[in-house]
């Protein structure tokens, strides 16, 4: 069965440096891979993906992440954090059954601070 | 264009009621998806369906739950003889018939926050 964990229950960061929030998964086969930011009291709203081809994938809000399939991960960057980038940050898999049927992880919680 | 809009935001309801949970997804969008998030948790996969047609309901649990999405009106998730144990927050997402398939990035309602007394 698939699986995603996410390492870092928070990650703390001073604004204007860089961030990363960590993603591993578990998968038979070609992994779709996804992050989704969510803001309090909202639903979940999509930042990027990886389906195939470049290994490095750009975003919305200025936010990338790196498909490694050696290591198994799809960590989350941006350059330089912005106070507003604060929320709890979702990694998730699907295996392509179709549909999206995701598998996420537990989440992160990003603290940006001034 | 409207997103996905759920109904109630937050529902109360005393251990044994039943909970009504309504989803209209997006227009032109005829996937929906209910997922479940249980506090300090990730969303959980409930049920996957289109219009009349439940695809794929593997993730909800055996007894008390339904699911519906008739031809015409929102979708419906149902929970019966509620306990504390369903409080949770539930999101309801959707997604277009486009070529993109299993690709396409769900488009998630607000949620409805369950509270079971």
């Known amino acids: 069965a698939q699986s995603v964990a996410q390492p870092e229950d928070q990650v703390n960061v001073a604004e204007g440096n860089p961030l990363t929030v960590k993603c591993t998964y578990s998968v038979s086969g070609n992994p779709y891979l996804f992050w989704y930011v969510q803001y309090p009291n909202r639903g979940l709203q999509f930042l990027l993906k990886y389906i195939t081809g470049d290994n490095l994938v750009k975003g919305s809000y200025g936010f990338e992440a790196e498909f490694n399939k050696s290591q198994t991960s799809f960590h989350l960057k941006k350059p330089s954090a912005l106070v507003s980038d604060s929320a709890l940050y979702f990694c998730?898999?699907?295996?392509?059954?179709?549909?999206?049927?995701?598998?996420f992880g537990t989440g992160t919680r990003l603290l940006v601070s001034p | 264009n409207a997103g996905v809009m759920q109904n109630p935001r937050h529902l109360v309801r005393r251990r044994g009621q039943e909970a009504r949970l309504r989803c209209s997804p997006m227009k032109g969008h005829s996937h929906v998806y209910w997922y479940r998030q249980l506090p300090e948790e990730g969303l959980k996969f409930m049920v996957y369906?289109?219009?009349?047609?439940?695809?794929?309901e593997s993730g909800m649990p055996k007894e008390r739950f339904s699911a519906e999405f008739p031809k015409e009106g929102p979708s419906i998730l149902r929970i019966q003889q509620v306990v504390r144990g369903d409080s949770a927050a539930y999101f309801c997402a959707s997604s277009s018939t486009d070529s993109q398939g299993p690709n396409s990035p769900l488009h998630f309602g607000n949620g409805t926050r369950l509270t079971v007394t």
């Open positions: 369906l289109q219009k009349e047609n439940i695809i794929d």
């Open positions: 998730a898999v699907n295996t392509n059954t179709g549909f999206q049927k995701l598998v």
